[in-house]
């Protein structure tokens, strides 16, 4: 489980406004909420860098599939990417 304190985690969310930030304290409930209305997760904790590539893509199938999001020991960013297709479609 993340630690309940506004550090615990940072959620970018895109598609709700331009360069909507939203810092929360995450529980599984909004966890599970969240993933269920995203097409993909990223899990970037600080021994990664966004420019590394070395990020982590994780879809809801594999997290449904048994993904575990305990980080007690570090801060996890997760990072919510809009449906571009989705967004395209509905400008037409």
């Known amino acids: ?4 304190n ?6 970018w969310m895109f598609g709700k406004g331009p360069n909507t930030i939203i810092h929360e304290c995450l529980t599984e409930i909004t ?3 969240i993933i269920a209305h995203t097409l993909s997760l990223f899990i970037i904790t600080p021994e990664m860098d966004k420019t590394s590539g ?7 199938e594999g997290v449904s599939n048994g993904f575990k999001l305990d980080a007690p020991n570090y801060n996890v960013i997760l990072e919510l990417r809009k449906d571009v297709d989705q967004e395209k479609r509905m400008r037409k």
């Open 54 to 60: 070395d990020v982590k893509e994780i879809d809801r």
């Open 6 to 11: 506004p550090e615990s985690a940072k959620i």
């Open 31 to 33: 966890l599970s909420a």
């Open 1 to 4: 489980h993340l630690k309940q």
